[in-house]
């Protein structure tokens, strides 16, 4: 590993100020960068790996945030030894984009939407490099090819709302590197995707670290992803590093109790469990803010395992019931837009005739990757989207014959929780009247002090209190916004809840503690899941069947270990192959690729 230091971070201090004071999104950290190093920074939304990014580039230089402490010590192309902090602003602008550059984590809010995807690369390299417009497409469509993108020359002209989210981050990866920078931040960027996307994306990025020699800091907070890329780790707990070391260090021998708690909250593959643990189970802050580690107590730790043979027992008890859920022979079209005088019809088959059994008290999870049907087949189960031919037969009804006040009453047992809760609760309504709503549409209980105190139950059923109830969304997290929607799906009591990537975005941590409440409710009130996954390590954690589904269709289905344990779809083989595992032999061996890989490239 080269020994000389890129980037050097002494005692950084980015704060935020509020009418209840200033708070420290990131609080003295130091740390530095090699050349040609990919350092892994993880934890938790809050704290601080993204404020870090943005305080290198001096994207934090506005109220209410400010940069209040340390140094910034970079090797400038241009400028020599330098710290960034220091640089006066038109300087600054020389380095970001070309020295430094950064994938952001939502590529959809960080393209320009009234641009072409062409455009916004091409941008980049007029402005820093001085090329030409015809040079600047032709090293765009380079980039482009290098980055892998299918057609390069369609989706030049293509907008951003036109490709699919993998595309589109590839075209962030792309802009970053166009102008090849000597470093690369990347801001989740595999957050939200598919497995098999996922993989790509960070081969794609070891394979540009390798060529240009960049070094990458990559934020994250999935610890199965790190494995893949990183050589050393950061670990950030309310903004301090609390813990660094080299991957295999983290892994094999983590020392703070939070870098415990992330390692031991992710779904493993190898073995099923019926309880996740959280970082609390392994952490308790003191009143000085001190943290101390807890012991897990045995009784606990036997209740995050769960064996074969229990499963089997249980799964024989729900298979001979009656079917709550019949899909029979589904298909739903979407036809493509042609010329005005064309006369051919094309339809996209989303849902291409599938046919499957739900039974009474049983969690299915419907896998595969963005753009299978998934989604559009869990709609169409509750009607949101019209069938074009087939049967939605839910407890004995035929809910695809259904309109008008006889849909609603159905409506009333089958609910769905929905991928961003956010953009699913009202902004102006608080989220008392947001969980009232159904009750009122469907006349549940007689009066709104009978509804209220309905609402302050199931506030406390998911873990939040009576006095959240006059708050707004925009005042949770993103893991108490999703246990509101779970609340919602609740109200009305329902059968069967579709969770339609309800854990997708959230951090590890809280990612546990959703599932595990969604086991619970599962347990206390015999509720059916039709859960809805791109990720199979949580599939594999919550489901006693998977379904995977491929082009519209489902390909293989069966109980959830023995897909895991013997696929017999090569798409299916591909899904698990394509999963971070985490395994210490699997972070052994990706570290001696990429020293073998360093060796090669030094020849």
């Not at 080269?2 to 708070?23: C, D, W, Y």
């Not at 890329?229 to 260090?249: F, N, P, T, W």
């Not at 009453?409 to 956010?422: A, G, N, S, T, V």
Request: net charge neutral; aromatic share 6%; glycine share 6%.
């Amino acid at each position: 590993m080269p020994e000389t230091s890129l980037l050097k971070i002494n005692h950084l201090q980015t704060e935020f100020s509020s009418p209840r004071g200033s708070a420290k999104a990131v609080d003295g950290i130091s740390f530095d960068l090699l050349s040609g190093e990919t350092i892994a920074i993880v934890g938790e939304s809050g704290s601080g790996k993204s404020v870090t990014a943005l305080s290198i580039l001096r994207l934090i230089n506005s109220p209410p945030g400010k940069i209040s402490g340390g140094e910034i010590i970079y090797q400038s192309r241009q400028f020599g030894q330098v710290n960034l902090l220091e640089l006066p602003e038109k300087q600054i602008q020389k380095i970001r984009g070309n020295e430094i550059s950064m994938i952001f984590q939502e590529p959809m809010t960080s393209l320009n939407p009234v641009y072409t995807c062409g455009f916004q690369v091409r941008e980049v390299l007029e402005l820093h490099k001085g090329l030409s417009k015809k040079q600047a497409t032709e090293k765009t469509l380079e980039l482009f090819e290098l980055v892998k993108l299918p057609r390069p020359a369609k989706i030049l002209k293509a907008y951003p709302h036109e490709i699919s989210g993998g595309q589109k981050q590839r075209v962030m990866i792309a802009m970053a590197m166009a102008c090849n920078p000597a470093i690369l931040i990347a801001d989740e960027p595999t957050t939200a995707l598919d497995v098999t996307v996922q993989a790509r994306v960070l081969d794609l990025l070891n394979d540009l670290r390798m060529q240009h020699r960049t070094s990458i800091l990559f934020i994250t907070h999935d610890l199965g992803v790190v494995a893949e890329i990183a050589d050393r780790v950061l670990v950030m707990y309310k903004g301090k590093i609390v813990e660094q070391g080299s991957v295999l260090q983290i892994f094999s021998n983590p020392q703070h109790p939070y870098t415990k708690g992330l390692l031991a909250c992710r779904p493993a593959l190898s073995f099923g469990r019926k309880w996740l643990p959280t970082v609390a189970d392994f952490m308790q802050v003191e009143p000085d803010g001190t943290m101390t580690e807890k012991q897990l107590l045995p009784e606990n730790k036997a209740a995050f395992n769960v064996n074969a043979a229990t499963n089997q027992i249980r799964r024989n008890e729900v298979l001979n019931n009656t079917p709550l859920l019949i899909v029979k022979n589904v298909e739903v079209h979407f036809p493509v837009r042609k010329p005005l005088f064309s006369r051919s019809q094309e339809v996209i088959k989303a849902v291409d005739g599938v046919s499957f059994e739900i039974y009474p008290g049983e969690t299915i999870a419907l896998v595969g990757e963005s753009g299978c049907g998934k989604t559009t087949l869990g709609r169409t189960i509750l009607k949101m989207v019209k069938p074009t031919s087939g049967q939605i037969i839910f407890n004995n009804v035929n809910v695809a014959s259904l309109s008008g006040k006889e849909l609603r009453q159905e409506r009333r047992k089958l609910q769905m929780i929905f991928q961003d809760p956010y953009a699913s609760l009202n902004p102006m309504h608080t989220i008392g009247e947001a969980i009232m709503e159904p009750m009122r549409v469907h006349n549940v209980y007689n009066t709104e002090a009978e509804r209220k105190e309905r609402v302050v139950e199931l506030l406390q059923t998911v873990n939040l209190s009576a006095e959240h109830y006059s708050r707004y969304p925009h005042e949770f997290s993103g893991g108490q916004r999703q246990r509101i929607s779970i609340a919602r799906a609740l109200a009305l009591q329902p059968q069967c809840i579709i969770c339609d990537e309800s854990v997708s975005a959230l951090d590890v941590s809280v990612q546990a503690q959703v599932l595990n409440l969604l086991n619970k409710l599962k347990n206390d009130f015999g509720i059916t899941y039709l859960f809805i996954t791109h990720d199979l390590a949580v599939a594999r954690f919550m489901a006693d069947r998977i379904f995977v589904m491929s082009e519209g269709k489902i390909v293989e289905s069966g109980p959830a270990e023995q897909i895991y344990s013997h696929p017999q779809h090569d798409y299916t083989r591909t899904l698990i192959q394509a999963i971070p595992t985490g395994d210490i032999q699997d972070i052994v061996a990706a570290q001696q690729k990429r020293a073998l890989q360093i060796a090669a490239k030094a020849l």
